[in-house]
């Protein structure tokens, strides 16, 4: 079945720890999106790639890195630069850029302790 | 910048009622809209989405959602709901001619009484 697979569902990490979310996508799909979502707040963008190799910061992107090295992965580190990391993380891809059609993971929960 | 606005955080209706969510956008032209829908601790999925043409659009579940350019408003609505479409529902927007971002809504929770 063609989708989105995001791992691990949960993660721990301690403070100061570095920590990538994986994201795959088996739809053949150009464009790839990052989300966080905190209650009461929606999802706000963090980071999208529209190609391989190329990927441009959204609204949040201080304490995060990607990378897209193939069209199928988009993997988020999260840093220890960024000061409340825990969250639910959404990957979501969209077949171009135009329409913006986005089709979802299931999500990451994120606890820092 | 585009911004969405879904004035309603909670709702409660009874099973059988009918439904309607508010979603209201900010934006200088005509944008995509989309309405997702997210179980507890779960990804979105897609509803129903608005590009051009007939201001009403049908989605899965039931769902329909009318745009109304002159309000700037994209309500979703349900005839009669059942007990297994209490969820969050989120309103998003985005942009037209290029551009890949969505801009969502802080979302609705829906809860349903039997």
């Known amino acids: 079945d063609g989708g989105i697979t995001q791992s691990p569902k949960y993660l721990f990490r301690k403070e100061g720890q570095n920590v990538t979310l994986s994201c795959e996508q088996n739809?053949?799909?150009?464009?790839m999106y990052w989300y966080r979502q905190d209650p009461g707040q929606g999802l706000r963008l963090i980071y999208y790639?529209?190609?391989?190799?190329?990927?441009q910061k959204g609204d949040i992107a201080e304490g995060y890195s990607v990378s897209r090295e193939k069209k199928e992965s988009f993997p988020l580190t999260v840093t220890s630069a960024q000061k409340n990391p825990t969250a639910f993380y959404l990957c979501a891809s969209s077949i171009d850029r135009d329409t913006n059609e986005a089709f979802f993971g299931q999500g990451t929960r994120l606890t820092v302790v | 910048a585009q911004s969405v606005t879904q004035p309603d955080i909670h709702i409660t209706v009874s099973e059988g009622a009918s439904l309607e969510l508010r979603c209201n956008y900010s934006y200088g032209a005509t944008p995509y809209l989309f309405w997702y829908v997210q179980s507890p601790g779960q990804g979105l999925q897609l509803l129903l989405k608005?590009?051009?043409?007939?201001?009403l659009v049908q989605g899965i579940k039931g769902f329909e959602a009318e745009f109304k350019r002159s309000q700037s408003s994209f309500n979703l609505r349900k005839p009669s709901v059942h007990w297994s479409d209490a969820a969050e529902y989120f309103c998003a927007v985005g942009l037209t001619g290029g551009g890949n971002k969505l801009t969502f809504g802080t979302g609705t929770q829906l809860k349903v009484e039997l």
């Open positions: 608005y590009f051009s043409g007939d201001t």
């Open positions: 739809l053949n799909h150009d464009a």
């Open positions: 790639s529209q190609i391989v190799n190329d990927f």
